[in-house]
């Protein structure tokens, strides 16, 4: 089994920067990846970023590219997201998501983003 612990959120104005935090517990050794995904209100739920365990490759969707940066830090079990010149339209409900190496696959509780413009 695996927790997710996610923090970080918040209200900010366009332009502006925020850093999310997605601390993990348990069977840390099974991790394959983790990423965040994000859900704004009538939407679906869209990927973001993602960043693998072992090797720290990192893969993001084109509408965050050269604003997001997902990074890790393997001592502390934590992966962070730092968005950088927020826009209005990033407002959402932002979950770190865990894939294991057997295909599980787990979610954090999530945390509000809201750039105001």
């Known amino acids: 089994q695996v927790q997710l612990g996610e923090s970080g959120g918040g209200l900010v104005q366009s332009g502006g920067s925020l850093r999310l935090s997605c601390a993990v517990s348990?069977?840390?050794?099974?991790?394959?990846?983790v990423g965040w995904f994000r859900q704004a209100p009538g939407k679906e739920r869209e990927f973001v970023a993602r960043i693998r365990w072992s090797s720290g490759a990192t893969y993001y969707v084109d509408s965050v590219k050269g604003r997001f940066t997902i990074s890790r830090d393997n001592a502390k079990n934590s992966v962070y997201l730092q968005m950088n010149s927020l826009k209005p339209e990033d407002t959402a409900v932002y979950y770190c998501?865990?894939?294991?190496?057997?295909?599980?696959?787990?979610w954090g509780q999530g945390t509000q983003v809201t750039v105001s413009s």
């Open positions: 998501n865990l894939g294991t190496v057997d295909g599980g696959v787990y």
């Open positions: 348990g069977r840390t050794f099974s991790v394959y990846h």
